[in-house]
């Protein structure tokens, strides 16, 4: 890094060539689809359409029939069957060649497989219930204190969970489930072609995190549904992992040429070069390592320890003495000493960080968990699409309204005035603000959650706070630079956008959640400038109506009032 720092290679290709693309994965979270085929023979078809459409880890038919003797067989796919106690009955469950999964359970009409996750292993079951019969609760009752997700057509109506009538194996299967305190997995509409029924779902120990569209497609009785939740079951899942010393190490190296250089150029410049440095030396000092190979570290002690008994070990298999054995037992008894007291310190800070009031899941299972937003296509006029260049120009068209010039009414008085004195304030001189000082831009340092989250310039906060602490010379002089001009970072102004869906897999552009990303350092300046404005406001008796909670020097019955007196104009206009 140093020989590359030092040869003639300028800046912004330094930044270029330290730049590390993350590996892409997809498919990260466990998407299961089932269907009631009523026939696969007769059905083959629309089943081929699904999986081609929506392309789901596992896919779960039921009511086979006469196909179940055919082995029919799917691209891509691997296939268990099971024949059901009719002509009608039997289950399929397909599943993608690359995972790892294994039969464990065979009934008529019941299939069970154990799918191998990232994590652990999962219970997943395809099961299809014939009309007028009970729910076989004994084989369910084998699965009640392990990870499972049963899935299929229950033929179970019950109030409950969206049905106009209750039949008797649905008030049988409500009782299991507050017996067991096993909940369900429920689409939000009708399942069943024939009726407002809700008859194909899933049980579970756990249904949190997963969601469910019901799919207007294909020619059955039934609707198809495609379930996705945040079980992680892709083994290329990777993480960053950086090595921080060596970027605390490398910027202390290259501090006096910052400090030179945030005098010599303008702030915007050097706002996108530091900014890009920044990113570019996160990059060169990570590796991106498999999911598969995370865990919490131990301390270097431990490690160290650890190795002196391997070498115990091995040295006594070469040489078989009991002098070498004694050795090497008494190094493994200090060993497991010391490991049992690190993990019991480690149970002991978690129970302490807990009962402040902490998060318990946030150290509940200290695994990698892969995530992925549970968004994957957009739904234009019933059509679905998929493909990401499309998706993109989708939502830039949209979301641009959102900036474009205000359509006003010419011959309205009361929209030119409004716009008259905005145009005028674009002709207002900027105006310089009071300097910035050192322990300002420090204090609003400390105050940074260590947020992990890359933004658009490719910086996190996480990553400001791991910056030598004599950077925050530099970033002063850099935020009064432009302080003393009363501007803002231009590169500051763009945002990394991500969207988040609130309603289902494949959802309409005006049902996203859009969250932007701003760049951190941006946000830095940002904090400052918002307190020495609110600052000024108090000095001026200007109230900030910003917070309808209880507020400094102000009663909450004023707050109510203003409250009131807001919504009154806004019905009255």
Not at 182 to 191: A, L, Y
Request: charged share 20%; aromatic share 12%.
């Amino acid at each position: 890094m140093i020989n590359e720092w030092n040869s003639r290679t300028s800046l912004s290709l330094l930044c270029k060539n330290w730049k590390k693309d993350r590996p892409k994965s997809e498919k990260q979270n466990l998407t299961l689809l089932i269907s009631n085929v009523e026939g696969l023979n007769t059905h083959v078809a629309d089943v081929d359409l699904l999986i081609a459409s929506h392309q789901p880890n596992i896919c779960i038919l039921t009511e086979i029939g006469a196909a179940i003797r055919k082995q029919i067989k799917f691209p891509n796919y691997n296939t268990i069957a099971q024949h059901g106690t009719n002509a009608f009955g039997g289950v399929i469950i397909l599943y993608q060649q690359h995972l790892k999964c294994k039969i464990i359970d065979t009934e008529a009409n019941f299939l069970m497989i154990e799918l191998t996750t990232n994590s652990e292993a999962i219970n997943i079951g395809a099961i299809y219930v014939p009309p007028n019969t009970l729910p076989p609760f004994t084989l369910l009752a084998k699965y009640h204190k392990k990870p499972f997700y049963i899935f299929g057509d229950f033929n179970a109506k019950h109030t409950d969970w969206g049905c106009k009538t209750t039949n008797t194996s649905g008030s049988h299967l409500r009782n299991w489930l507050e017996s067991t305190g096993n909940v369900m997995i429920t689409p939000t509409k009708s399942t069943s072609k024939r009726s407002n029924a809700i008859i194909n779902f899933g049980i579970t120990h756990n249904a949190s995190d997963w969601t469910s569209e019901v799919l207007n497609e294909g020619t059955s009785d039934h609707f198809p549904i495609i379930f996705q939740s945040s079980i992680a079951i892709n083994d290329e899942n990777v993480f960053r992992k950086t090595n921080w010393k060596l970027f605390n190490f490398f910027l202390y190296l290259v501090h006096e040429y910052w400090m030179s250089l945030v005098y010599n150029l303008d702030e915007q410049t050097f706002f996108s070069l530091f900014s890009s440095f920044l990113s570019a030396l996160w990059d060169k000092c990570s590796e991106y390592v498999s999911a598969t190979r995370y865990r919490k570290p131990w301390p270097p002690e431990l490690l160290l320890l650890a190795k002196v008994v391997n070498r115990a070990r091995r040295s006594y298999r070469r040489n078989k003495s009991n002098t070498k054995l004694l050795h090497y037992i008494s190094l493994k008894d200090i060993f497991i000493d010391k490991r049992n007291h690190f993990l019991y310190n480690q149970k002991e800070q978690q129970l302490d960080w807990i009962s402040n009031g902490n998060n318990i899941w946030k150290c509940a299972k200290p695994i990698f968990h892969a995530y992925s937003p549970q968004f994957k296509g957009l739904k234009v006029d019933s059509k679905i699409i998929t493909d990401n260049s499309r998706i993109v120009e989708i939502l830039a068209n949209f979301f641009e309204k959102h900036f474009s010039e205000p359509d006003f009414d010419e011959s309205n008085n009361n929209h030119l005035d409004p716009m008259l004195k905005y145009k005028q304030m674009e002709y207002i001189p900027n105006i310089p603000i009071e300097s910035i000082t050192l322990n300002e831009v420090e204090l609003e340092w400390n105050k940074f959650k260590s947020k992990k989250s890359g933004d658009s310039a490719g910086t996190s906060a996480f990553l400001l706070k791991q910056l030598p602490k004599k950077y925050i010379n530099i970033i002063t002089v850099l935020f009064n630079k432009c302080a003393e001009k009363g501007e803002f970072f231009n590169g500051s102004k763009h945002a990394k956008v991500i969207c988040l869906s609130k309603d289902g897999l494949y959802p309409a552009v005006n049902k996203l959640r859009p969250i932007s990303l701003l760049p951190n350092l941006g946000k830095w300046y940002e904090r400052i400038m918002h307190k020495t404005i609110l600052k000024w406001c108090k000095d001026m008796n200007i109230y900030v109506d910003e917070q309808s909670g209880f507020s400094p020097e102000r009663r909450l019955q004023a707050r109510i009032i203003s409250l009131i007196e807001d919504l009154r104009q806004t019905i009255t206009a």
